[in-house]
């Protein structure tokens, strides 16, 4: 199964933008496919922002957000 950035939105009851720039950019080096992550990002440069869709395996994401909750919820 694949999630958009807004399924993972929903996921950790935050807003897109805070998902792509807290959680997913700010990690990119841990959640990149490149590195074995469960995150394809919309350019080969994840810092770049971009509108370009992402591509996110669900089940590898859940169980990151799962290991990560404390983490995230407490992120600015």
């Not at 199964?1 to 933008?17: C, F, I």
């Not at 995150?39 to 799962?66: H, L």
């Amino acid at each position: 199964m694949t999630w958009s950035l807004e399924d993972v939105a929903k996921t950790v009851k935050r807003d897109s933008k805070f998902v792509s720039q807290v959680i997913l950019r700010a990690n990119w080096h841990e959640l990149d496919h490149r590195n074995g992550g469960p995150v394809r990002f919309p350019k080969d440069e994840p810092t770049v922002k971009s509108n370009g869709p992402y591509r996110i395996q669900a089940r590898a994401m859940c169980f990151w957000i799962e290991k990560n909750w404390e983490r995230i919820q407490t992120a600015q």
